[in-house]
């Protein structure tokens, strides 16, 4: 080695290297004859310049002699380097075969040479001397296919393609030496390998599984069973000796999994069981796989056959009638697929990654391939092109998603190359990733810079289905730029029915009223709507969410802060999208105020608002109005806003389903205050004198436990105390006149939904006086009080008016509530006889009595009356139980031990998911509902306002949760 003078360990530092001084005794032992600082400003150009050098010592201390034409040919030089700084797999592969440097010579490290025929001889004649010889065959091939990737930028597609002619080659050789084995079996069939996925694409990485399916025939006067027999013991060979890491290592796996029935399926099967599975059983996803079918080794004449008869399946598939609901559980399918421990970090599955692009591409083939021919390649960025070019994808939209593709394969290869090993995830560690970004031409701040292209192009392909599915749509409807797209009326109304858009008709119609024109409004909305049309096709209703959108549109357009919001603010803008398209409650609210979209604007002020937050509020309206109606008007407006908060609340998982109950509860119980406030105010002027008694009002029922949900009505009970002096009569009629218009104003018609006070609980029910005074409750209670209305006062809350009054009503009551010596045995039976009662008459007819999640096995009713005969017989003796709401009041009687925590717990499950159930159904249909629907469309529906996976595994977790409980309940309550 020529000497020179030993370069200072800063030099290697201001060229890359992370271990200067390793570098510097790596330098000083290298055993051919090189200039050190040609070769350190070399390894400044590689992305592992330690590496690199390591590898290269390597090599050389092994045989150096290889290495001395290759280091003085400055190209050769460069491109060794290069191969080493980026594949340590590939340079061990040198460092154990020195001699196969002289690839870097070849023509195949400069431009492709190969052809799939040359490859065939090189794998099959490398094959008959032993598999160890095809495996470094293969690794030549790599070798030279590297070099000109990462050296010259070889473009992706030909890479990837050359990778696919590789596995061709690969697999035709290993059936031919199979073939050769089995000499006898050979002559009995016609063996056909069809290949799929990436390698059908031909757009294979460089570390992948190969996917393929076998396809076979029986020769003449061959029996058919005993040829397929033949040809999967062929077949069954050439997966074992390309899969199976033996003599010579890996090559990569043979994944037949995609063939019908999948890993329990016959491996082999003739063309025309293929059609016969494929007409009767295939899934949607199965037709999405065969896009890529691709004939890839064996019989020619077999494998078009095969194609010839399959491929019209794939074109058939967007016809199906379960077709929209397949694509949703495949795109969720997707998404549930990423580890959580690497999260967005995963280039394939995560949101924007590869198989984003991927899926709505074929997703896109799918609805336009049945009449065009032209857009049918199994490639991805070939697809793309053809989609561009016929006009069912913007130009400029094409060449965005084209160019993230393939940064992200790109990104992919250089992962792989590293170690030759088959990952997806983009690594966290810094060194990693800079030597990830030199990879890829990111020399200054690597690490840097390829975090924020990846994340660039990330986002750009996140929104993959509203650039590549929605914005043709607006062409077609609001005639945009010809440039862009050219969707007819009718192929939008086509895509829109596969989108799950049920009447593509009217959705078209309200497209174009919202994009035509070139007003403000409309150039936003054109922007929007790709967007937001996808938003919407997410939620069970996407008609019923483009068709809110429009009216919102009509009512709030011409404000500059609402497109400005929706412009501006995308988490608000998709918090909107998925009210208008899952919720017909939240919608309904929004529709009589659409004003209230603006909250949606700041997500903080979702989060639950204080009792006295809302009652500073409402003392505010009280000052600025002189009339109850406008009081009671401001208070009901208040009640609407505040629901609509809750709802988006609830269904952006900010809120528990307790605290959905306490919030929805504090909203009554202030609107009530202030329409009694507005009541007394109303009175008093038409007297033109003070009222003569004190008046409050007692929430019952789940308003009384703050457990209110989105249907309830305001059970209560009014209590009035005659102010000294007064008259009794007169206090009486006082009270019973202000009750009455409260109840009034509060369920008078107005655009505001009305609450609905329900006093049917006071004493006698309806029978009985509206209005009583303190003590006539308490006569009543202490002289005639069934079990039953004990029971009922268990939930007796003072919510609205003169507290002092409600806090000696709570006093006067404890003792009927609260026996002294618990329940007695009299009470129990009537207790049991009434809830057994219940249950067999108060059930619709017909009802599923294990999907009522009120009555029902293991419902609401089953939990409540267990805690509330817990609290009857220890509340008495035990003052900690003496709590209105029920899962505070089971919290109480596990800490007292009056209930097991195992047995709580079950409980306490079955309530919160039943009340959970109920209020998404109110949320959903805007209609309360205490039986679970059976239909699939409403249970889907739910399951989605729920956030829940599947509507089948919704009921089953129901079930399983409500059967628990019921077995606590029958222990506890009816003593069994």
Known sequence: MTQHPVTETGIFSRSGFTNPNRALDLVSTLKVDINQDQLIDDLSKVADPDNALLLLVRIADSKENYLRNILKDNDARLRLLQLLGSSNGLGEHLVKHPEDVEVLFQETAISSSNNKDELVDIFTQASKRSRANLVREYRKVLLGLASRDICYKWPLREVAAELADAADAILQSSLQIALDKNPELANQFNLAIIAMGKAGGQELNYVSDVDVIFTAEAKTGFDEQTAISAATKVATEVMQYIS????????????????PEGKAGPLVRTVEQHVSYYQRWASTWEFQALLKARFSAGDLELGNKYLDQITPFVWQAASKENFVVDVQKMRKKVEE?????????????????????????QLLQLVHGRSDAMVRSPNTLQAL??????????????????????????????????????????????????????????????????????????????????????????????RLDAGSARLTISEANSRLNALGYKDPESALRHIEALTTGVSRRAVIQKTLLPVLLSWFADGPEPDVALLSFRRLSDALGSTPWF????????????????????????????????????????????????????????????SRHESAENIVSAARAFRRRELLRTATADLSGKLTTEQVGIALSNVYATVIDTALKGAILAVQQESGKEICTNLCVIAMG????????????????????????????????????????????????????????????????????????????????????????????????????????????????NKTRYPENGVSED???????????????????????????????GGLSDVEWVVQLLQMQHGSKDESLRITATLPALRACVKANK????????????????TWIRNAQMLSRSKANDQIPTDINELSAIAFTLNQKSHAQLIEDYRRVTRRARLVMEKIFYGE
Request: aromatic residues 6%; negative net charge.
């Open 337 to 361: 697929n990423v580890d959580n421990r690497v999260g967005e970090r995963e280039l394939k599955l995560a949101p924007g990654g590869l198989r984003d692009v991927e899926f709505a591409v």
């Open 244 to 259: 199976v890491a033996n003599e010579g290592g890996e090559i990569w796996e043979v994944d037949a999994a995609l063939r």
């Open 385 to 478: 092109d053809q989609l561009a070019t016929w006009g069912y994808i913007g130009r400029e939209d094409a060449a965005t998603f084209s160019t993230a593709y393939t940064f992200l394969r790109t990104l992919e290869h250089r992962i792989q190359l590293q170690k030759l090993s088959r990952t997806h995830v983009l690594p966290e560690e810094e060194n990693e990733l800079r030597k990830l970004g030199r990879s890829l031409g990111f020399m200054s701040e690597s690490s840097a810079d390829l975090e924020k292209q990846w994340r660039k192009h990330q986002l750009e392909v996140r929104r993959i289905h509203e650039k590549l599915f929605y914005r043709p749509l607006l062409n077609a409807v609001a």
């Open 899 to 914: 209930i097991s925590e195992s047995d709580a717990k079950s409980l306490s499950e079955a309530w919160i998911l039943a």
């Open 827 to 857: 009470n129990l039976r009537e207790m049991r006889r009434i809830k057994a009662r219940m249950e067999s008459e108060r059930l619709p007819r017909g009802a599923d009595v294990n999907l009522n999640t009120k009555l029902g096995r």
């Open 702 to 813: 789940r308003f009384g436990g703050l457990e209110l949900g989105y249907g309830s009505d305001a059970d209560v009970m009014f209590v009035h105390e005659p102010k000294n002096g007064a008259d009794q009569q007169e206090a009486e009629r006082c009270a019973l006149d202000i009750a009455n218009r409260l109840r009034t104003l509060l369920m008078q018609p107005s655009v505001d939904p009305p609450l609905e006070i329900d006093a049917d609980l006071r004493p006698e029910g309806k029978n009985g006086p509206l209005v009583r005074t303190l003590d006539s409750y308490l006569a009543y209670y202490q002289k005639w009080s069934a079990p039953w209305e004990a029971q009922a006062l268990l939930r007796a809350l003072p919510v609205a008016g003169d507290l002092s009054v409600g806090e000696k009503f709570i006093q006067g009551i």
């Open 563 to 622: 497109l400005r919001l929706l412009r501006d603010e995308s988490a608000a803008a998709e918090l909107m999208a998925k009210l208008l398209s899952s919720s017909r409650y939240a919608t309904d609210l929004l529709m009589s105020a659409p004003e209230a979209v603006s909250m949606l604007g700041n997500l903080a002020e979702l989060e639950p608002r204080t009792r006295e937050q809302y009652e500073n509020e409402m003392n505010s309206v009280i």
